[in-house]
């Protein structure tokens, strides 16, 4: 009896020891103020780039409406890419015209679905990874370009392909090399209230960046300023936008640039995308006003699939919808208003939140490639008590069909000081989680 007892008594001590250290080996602690919105859920990071079948030069109607619209898809960028034809520079316009019409069809889908398009005109061009003969005004002559540029504008004018139409000058050209203050003037002169985006980089803002910094100096010098800033943010390597956007905000103030809408239009790695990574990038993306585009990383025909990696193609059973997708649909219901959040210290884990009119909290939390335990601390909460809803998102691989969430069932929570606190110890280095938090009582 009495070993008993105190074997007993050791069991539950151990099992409080335990609880505790696993509340102290929290990695870190993200935070969710409900005090302040930072204005309406837009769904900003539900963008891709390529992605859709072309359809000759229509709409593609091949992948079921509602895998597009149920994640409240926004925007795509295409050009032609890793078609057989190999663009202008390669061939003229015999060869531009393929590539012109899968970029056609890519834009007749996204605006099937009230998306913005970002054209690709490096893709036209023909400057698609394979090495290519010229660039854009080399040497110094820019007698071809203009002639490229008078071709695309006549042909976008002709398709009505002006609404939503944003004209992505070049695609990174930080690491292909190429530099062209005064490339956008034939768009200016030929379409002149079209939005352009650039510079595209490959390498997000840095204030010890020299290509960085001699960008915002030659825009400022020849106002060519574009209407959207755009970058990548790419990999686990990369710094993230809470570090890349006060650098770019700086080197900005530096030229007295004016602030304008930022386009992050491509992001994540292709080991990055998964549940738990892509709630960090929404996370970092919401928190800053930018728009997100998942990056692609099919090739040839698998450039033009899928959704970015969203759905795939199961023998016999159609497009199906992996983790990540399951996690965009949840995504796309986190409407109301956004709250503010911070990530951790050791910028390794992330959360976005909303809160609808009828009080309803959620939040996403995910881990930036970690396995690792951390916290969440809500705060703002009225009430003494709430209920504490919990939902896994499970990750099988591009290609593995996952269903909706996992409930993990709801459990009420003190409030202490107008806050809880939540223990999240992800079950692997790519599962992201939610939490529904409602009856403030
Ligand atoms: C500029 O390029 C055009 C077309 O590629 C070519 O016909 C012309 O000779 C070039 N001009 C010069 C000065 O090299
Ligand atoms: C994440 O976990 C998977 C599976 O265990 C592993 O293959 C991968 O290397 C891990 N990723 C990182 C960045 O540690
Ligand atoms: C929550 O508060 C109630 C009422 O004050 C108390 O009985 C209960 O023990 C508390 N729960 C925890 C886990 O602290």
Redesign the pocket.
Known sequence: MRTNTISSILLSCLTLLDAASIRRAAKGVATVDLSKTTGPAKFLASGWIYGFPDNGVEADTSIPTNYIADIKFGSSRAGGAQTPSRGWVNGGYNSYLPRFKSTLSNYRTTRKYNGDFILLVHDLWGADGSSIPRFPGDNGNWTETDAFLTQLAKDIKANNMLDGLVLDLWNEPDIDIFWAPNYPSPYRKNLPSTIISGPSAAHPPSTDSNTWQTWVSTIASKNAIPDIYSWHQIGDWSRQPDATIPDFNTLRSSQKLPERPIDINEYAAK?EQNPGNSVYYIAQLERYNLRGLRANWGSGSGLHDSLADLVFKKSGAGYRPNGEWQLYKYYAGMTGERVATKATADSRFDVFATKSADGLVKVIAGTR??KGQYDIQVKGLTGSSVSVATYRFDWAGPAGEVGSPVALGSRTVNVSGGLVTISVDPA???TAYAYEISGAK
């Open positions: 080991e490639s970690v692997s280095n790519a």
